[in-house]
């Protein structure tokens, strides 16, 4: 079946500009999931969401993320005034309400020029 | 705070010569620990789950181990198509359901 699919898989963006990053999960995964990789680093949590809400976003690394997932499917993981330091590689992640694998996305390379 | 520390940062193999590949972590009551496989450009691929001390899981030329303070995930005969980097990571037992993953082993098994 289908995996994560995330859209774009390319991003370019001027240093101040606005981003939203999407995500489609594994169809009938209740619980979604943002990570972000660095160049030769593992991933690194931002965000989860059980259904619509968010139950988890600790790891947002301050206000200029946010992220909905207003229908409990599609996630979009928005950032404004974007900086330099925001290139990574974004990664989206589902897994089944009753189970813990997270099965992860390609993710979008994100450049802040 | 959870951690996940995985060695070697990188390891060159002969096709055919086997060996292991390290992760220690310190969780608060560990829930789970994972394996993924990521290729260049690609999202992490799901390889195993390991619940508890002394558990193991076998795929093709991978086994994976579990004590309680690290993992071991062991390749036998390794072809080059197992170049990739392996990324170990755990889930606290806390509730929270945020991965804690490693930097990575970066494999190159050469022909």
């Known amino acids: 079946g289908a995996g994560v699919s995330q859209t774009p898989s390319n991003k370019v963006t001027e240093k101040g500009k606005y981003v939203e990053l999407r995500c489609d999960p594994i169809s009938g995964h209740t619980a979604l999931y943002w990570y972000r990789q660095s160049l030769g680093q593992g991933p690194e949590f931002l965000i989860y969401?059980?259904?619509?809400?968010?139950?988890?976003d600790s790891g947002l690394p301050n206000d200029r993320f946010f992220a909905v997932r207003p229908e409990g499917s599609v996630s979009t993981l928005k950032i404004q005034r974007t900086e330099r330091g925001d290139s990574a590689v974004y990664l989206c992640a589902s897994s089944p309400g009753s189970q813990e694998t997270q099965y992860f996305g390609p993710g979008t390379r994100l450049l802040v020029l | 705070e959870d951690q996940v520390t995985q060695s070697p940062e990188a390891l060159r193999l002969q096709e055919g010569e086997s060996s292991s590949l390290n992760c220690s972590y310190t969780?608060?009551?560990?829930?789970?620990l994972f394996w993924y496989r990521q290729d260049p450009g690609k999202g992490p691929e799901f390889l195993f789950t390991l619940y508890s001390a002394g558990e193991e899981k076998e795929k093709e030329r991978l086994k994976a181990t579990l004590t309680k303070k690290e993992s071991f995930l062991h390749i036998t005969a390794p072809k080059p198509e197992d170049s990739a980097t392996y990324l170990c990571a755990v889930q606290a037992g806390t509730g929270r359901r945020a991965l804690t993953f490693g930097s990575g082993t970066r494999l190159q098994v050469q022909p």
């Open positions: 969780v608060s009551g560990l829930r789970g």
């Open positions: 969401f059980q259904g619509t809400g968010a139950a988890d």
